[in-house]
């Protein structure tokens, strides 16, 4: 009878060690990779903004996305949920990583999105940083004459 019990809780002990490794597997293989999944949760989050591209991290934690009026947003995966950023324009820094393939990117107005973001290729990371790039542009000013601007220009 004594063994009967231990064979039984040895059972269960090995079942539940099945099924942490299991769960901690399948929350690791959670990403971004998918970018429908991206798009219907970014869409959610800003019903209002309409979607033109999405550029994913090499690692899936992170979609860029690039918006119909040359906004950006970010949608990064925070171990239990993903989470959604509207970049204001004129409130992000981005710097190029060492290996030319990923952006150093620093939010003001929300700190916990800053980050190093590495791409699969230089050309990605190039393509983000330009979106980010359109977030500065702002429109010119009204009080200059045509005249000046469009010598500044020329320029």
Known sequence: MGIIVWCVLFAIVIFFAFVATRMAAQNKEDSLHD??????EFGRAFPNEAIR???ATENGQAI?????????GLMRNMARHFS???IE???????STETGRGLMIEFPDAPNHNGRFEFASPKEASEVALWLL???IAEPDKDLPSDSISAANKQ
Do not use: E, M, S, W
Not at 64 to 72: G, M, T
């Open 89 to 95: 324009p004129g409130r992000v820094r981005a710097v």
């Open 35 to 40: 970018t429908g999944l991206a798009i219907i």
């Open 64 to 72: 860029f996305v690039r918006l119909h009026d040359n906004k950006a």
């Open 134 to 136: 359109g977030n500065y």
């Open 84 to 86: 959604c950023h509207l």
């Open 53 to 55: 591209q999405l550029q």
